[in-house]
């Protein structure tokens, strides 16, 4: 995330891909992908691809773990050594424990724990192709699949990114952006209650730019909404 770069990122409102500043790129789910998980689903967006999978609430293993009051959302991230154009060492690393952490944190604010005391929800997220905004990619695969696998939720969870790049706040940063932009502002919400589960940010902007990535990444989860509901009552009519 330089910003040094003599790549012209955005011409007359357009973006390198073709899109307008506060659009999304091209958005694809599937639920009940996976016949041996309690629940999966499968998201394309953009040029990234992810499945998760969710099992429990079971047991924890180990015993020692559990907690009396509660159920444990333990979230693995993983980017296959494929998903990039030099291929990824496999196994987990700095950024994998990272997006594994605050992503179990953002579930876990929506998620009924109280019900299952001394368990474990486990979730897996495996990046199958990555082109930027993978933990939100990944997240929302989550949150379809604990929806899938029947886990009492608050609410769903919903992730989108804005950023800046070529001096603009713009929604959905893809990979040259994420690249050669100047900021990236992943974002997770619970649409129901418009609580923020998720917030980071890297790279720079001004107050007003952040207010304005803000907001677009807030409206830009709102309509990632939409589409998971969809996905999910079309799941259930095929049912
Ligand atoms: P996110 O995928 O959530 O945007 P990052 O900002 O850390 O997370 O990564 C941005 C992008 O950089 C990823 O989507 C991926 O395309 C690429 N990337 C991340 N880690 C690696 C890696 N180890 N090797 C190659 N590319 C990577």
Redesign the pocket.
């Known amino acids: 995330m330089s910003g040094k770069s003599d790549i012209k990122l955005i011409e007359n409102g357009v973006r390198l891909d073709g899109r307008k500043p506060d659009e999304l790129r091209p958005i694809k789910m599937e639920i009940g992908i996976l016949k041996n998980a309690q629940g999966s689903a499968y998201v394309e967006w953009g040029k990234?691809k992810a499945i998760a999978g969710v099992y429990g609430p079971r047991v924890m293993h180990p015993k020692r773990l559990s907690n009396p009051t509660e159920s444990t959302v333990r979230v693995t991230y993983n980017?296959a050594p494929f998903s990039?154009?030099?291929r990824?060492r496999p196994g987990p690393?700095r950024?994998s424990v990272e997006?594994s952490k605050i992503s179990s944190e953002a579930l876990s604010k929506v998620i009924e724990t109280h019900l299952y005391p001394d368990t474990s929800i486990d979730v897996f997220i495996e990046i199958l192709q990555?082109?930027?905004?993978?933990?939100?990619v990944g997240l929302t695969a989550a949150s379809l699949a604990l929806a899938d696998a029947g886990v009492p939720m608050r609410d769903l969870v919903v992730a989108c990114?804005a950023g800046k790049a070529g001096g603009e706040v713009i929604l959905d940063l893809f990979?040259d952006e994420?690249n050669f932009g100047e900021a990236?502002l992943?974002m997770a919400i619970a649409p129901r209650t418009g609580e923020v589960v998720l917030l980071q940010m890297?790279g720079q902007m001004t107050n007003e730019e952040f207010e304005k990535g803000f907001d677009l990444a807030y409206n830009g989860c709102l309509k990632v909404y939409e589409m998971m509901k969809q996905a999910l009552l079309a799941k259930e009519v095929q049912q």
Request: proline content about 5%; glycine content about 4%; overall charge negative.
């Open positions: 990234n980017m990039v154009e030099d990824k690393d950024r997006i990555a082109d930027a905004g993978t933990r939100c990114a990979k994420d990236d992943p890297d």
